[in-house]
């Protein structure tokens, strides 16, 4: 088992470098976005809106077979029978995107008026359908490079993407000045250069034959998640929606800024183990020794990432301050480890929902979703009102967990799992008290505050060793870890 997340652990470093690449550009663009010289900070809310509805376009686009295909996959030896399982999948989520796309931009002038009231964007959300369009039909190849183990192919055409995106966004939004705009018509550019160097591959694992058949057996696995795919992102983008709603363009772009901080822990971390996890923890289904391994996985992944989350927390204002360039931004401060506890819940349920998975219960886990959306909405037009921004994230902090709640006893009853929940809540308590311990560190100096946060964060692990967490194999483990590290550097 330690094999295996050793495993996982080397190929979450390389997937992370594509992951990061991608998603880094609108953290390296926050200077240039949130500078009034460029955009207003009603602009950077107009934005987020549309990045989100990017998201929902694309799952809509992809309908979720990606999923289906990776369950597949391992199921069926022969090769050449995979190659016609890609290319019936890739062709009909082309065909299906594009005609989706051709009826959503010719309503585009109906689809600005709704989202503000104004056909001022029209053009801006017809760049975002085409980007949607690549974006959605792209899901494929990566899968394919994922299940494959291809992370070098992978990380490669990100880190293309990731240059080209980076580039002409600066070149078209400071030198141009073409705004909004300009943002969509750079990352245009670079899902379609994508392409290009994807091409090899996709020629590689395709074979020019439909599988109806299995399509349909797809169709069959993938529908509920369509719903659940669907359901889960407006879970994590209805708060933006209702704010834009609700609230003001400011209030989106306070917000939205404070969820890109607390939200890059989803981003970065949480997608990049995901991405290496996932083809692992289905290919081990049918193995006798699986439930342990499923266990462990959400107590280390737990573990990291609260101390990743107990970081960006408590830097949460040094970060604003450093990156925005407009005053208007530092409440976002606060919401930073609300949204970042979101990403801790989103990753406990993904980890716990691995019994329905087992089972085929996607019907269940599509349920669950659309409930927690339904909730999170309803949270959120009772809170916004009363606490605005605050009320925002609370409202999805709730509903994340109530999901994770809920997820985690409908899977015990279909595939029980000996999960160590104990030690998931004490994971919890001491990244809360450490955070909470932080707080008093306002009445110091810069210098000193930091240096103290600095402590606290380094003193998280050493609490477990001083609790009974760890288990003796794993001690053992941690041991020889270090030695190993000791004699490569002497």
């Known amino acids: 088992?330690?094999?295996?997340?050793?495993?996982?652990?080397?190929?979450?470093?390389?997937?992370?470098?594509?992951?990061?690449?991608?998603?880094?550009?609108?953290?390296?663009?926050?200077?240039?976005?949130?500078?009034?010289?460029?955009?207003?900070?009603?602009?950077?809310?107009?934005?987020?809106?549309?990045?989100?509805?990017?998201?929902?376009?694309?799952?809509?686009?992809?309908?979720?077979?990606y999923q289906g295909f990776m369950r597949w996959y391992w199921d069926i030896k022969d090769p050449?029978?995979?190659?016609?399982?890609?290319?019936?999948?890739?062709?009909?989520?082309?065909?299906?995107?594009?005609?989706?796309?051709?009826?959503?931009?010719?309503?585009?002038?109906?689809?600005?008026?709704?989202?503000?009231?104004?056909?001022?964007?029209?053009?801006?959300?017809?760049?975002?359908i085409i980007n949607a369009?690549?974006?959605?039909?792209?899901?494929?190849?990566?899968?394919?490079?994922?299940?494959?183990?291809?992370?070098?192919?992978?990380?490669?055409l990100s880190v293309i993407k990731f240059t080209v995106n980076l580039l002409f966004t600066v070149y078209f939004v400071v030198f141009l000045e073409r705004g909004i705009e300009g943002i969509f018509e750079a990352q245009i550019i670079g899902n379609l250069l994508y392409f290009v160097f994807a091409a090899k591959h996709i020629h590689k694992n395709s074979k020019p034959q439909l599988n109806l058949p299995v399509l349909k057996d797809l169709f069959i696995y993938s529908y509920p998640l369509v719903f659940a795919s669907m359901s889960g992102i407006l879970l994590t983008t209805i708060d933006r929606f209702s704010l834009n709603e609700l609230g003001t363009l400011p209030d989106?772009?306070?917000?939205?800024?404070?969820?890109?901080?607390?939200?890059?822990?989803?981003?970065?971390?949480?997608?990049?183990?995901?991405?290496?996890?996932?083809?692992?923890?289905?290919?081990?289904?049918?193995?006798?020794?699986?439930?342990?391994?499923?266990?462990?996985?959400?107590?280390?992944f737990s573990f990291g990432l609260m101390w990743v989350i107990l970081a960006i927390s408590i830097y949460s204002r040094e970060i604003i301050v450093l990156i925005a360039k407009s005053p208007e931004y530092i409440n976002a401060?606060?919401?930073?480890?609300?949204?970042?506890?979101?990403?801790?819940?989103?990753?406990?349920?993904?980890?716990?929902?691995?019994?329905l998975h087992v089972k085929k219960q996607t019907k269940i886990i599509g349920t669950l979703i659309v409930f927690a959306g339904i909730a999170n909405l309803a949270l959120n037009i009772v809170l916004i009102p009363l606490w605005g921004i605050f009320g925002?994230?609370?409202?999805?902090?709730?509903?994340?967990?109530?999901?994770?709640?809920?997820?985690?006893?409908?899977?015990?009853?279909?595939?029980?799992?000996?999960?160590?929940?104990?030690?998931?809540?004490?994971?919890?308590?001491?990244?809360?008290?450490?955070?909470?311990?932080?707080?008093?560190?306002?009445?110091?100096?810069?210098?000193?505050s930091i240096f103290v946060k600095a402590l606290l964060i380094i003193s998280?692990?050493?609490?477990?060793?001083?609790?009974?967490?760890?288990?003796?194999?794993e001690i053992e483990s941690i041991k020889n870890g270090i030695s190993k590290f000791r004699g490569k550097n002497q």
């Open 1 to 65: 088992m330690l094999k295996d997340l050793k495993s996982v652990s080397k190929d979450s470093i390389i997937y992370g470098i594509g992951n990061v690449a991608t998603k880094i550009v609108g953290f390296l663009l926050i200077p240039i976005y949130t500078n009034p010289k460029y955009l207003s900070v009603a602009d950077f809310g107009v934005l987020s809106i549309l990045d989100i509805s990017s998201q929902v376009l694309v799952a809509l686009f992809g309908l979720t077979l």
């Open 80 to 128: 050449s029978e995979r190659k016609k399982l890609f290319f019936t999948v890739l062709s009909f989520v082309s065909i299906f995107s594009i005609g989706f796309g051709v009826v959503l931009f010719l309503n585009s002038s109906w689809i600005s008026q709704i989202l503000y009231n104004s056909i001022e964007y029209t053009r801006a959300i017809q760049l975002v």
């Open 133 to 156: 369009i690549l974006m959605s039909i792209q899901v494929l190849p990566n899968s394919s490079m994922r299940i494959q183990g291809n992370s070098k192919l992978y990380s490669t």
């Open 252 to 300: 989106v772009a306070i917000y939205s800024l404070g969820f890109k901080i607390g939200g890059s822990i989803k981003v970065f971390i949480v997608t990049s183990v995901q991405l290496a996890l996932t083809p692992m923890m289905l290919k081990r289904i049918n193995d006798p020794n699986n439930k342990r391994l499923y266990s462990k996985v959400l107590t280390y």
């Open 333 to 355: 401060t606060y919401i930073v480890p609300i949204i970042a506890m979101i990403s801790f819940f989103g990753m406990a349920k993904d980890s716990v929902i691995m019994g």
């Open 392 to 448: 925002a994230a609370w409202a999805s902090l709730a509903a994340q967990f109530m999901l994770f709640i809920i997820t985690y006893i409908l899977a015990q009853r279909n595939y029980p799992i000996r999960y160590e929940m104990g030690k998931v809540a004490l994971i919890i308590i001491i990244g809360g008290l450490l955070y909470w311990a932080s707080l008093f560190t306002s009445e110091l100096n810069i210098w000193a």
């Open 460 to 473: 998280y692990p050493i609490w477990f060793f001083m609790l009974p967490f760890f288990e003796h194999v």
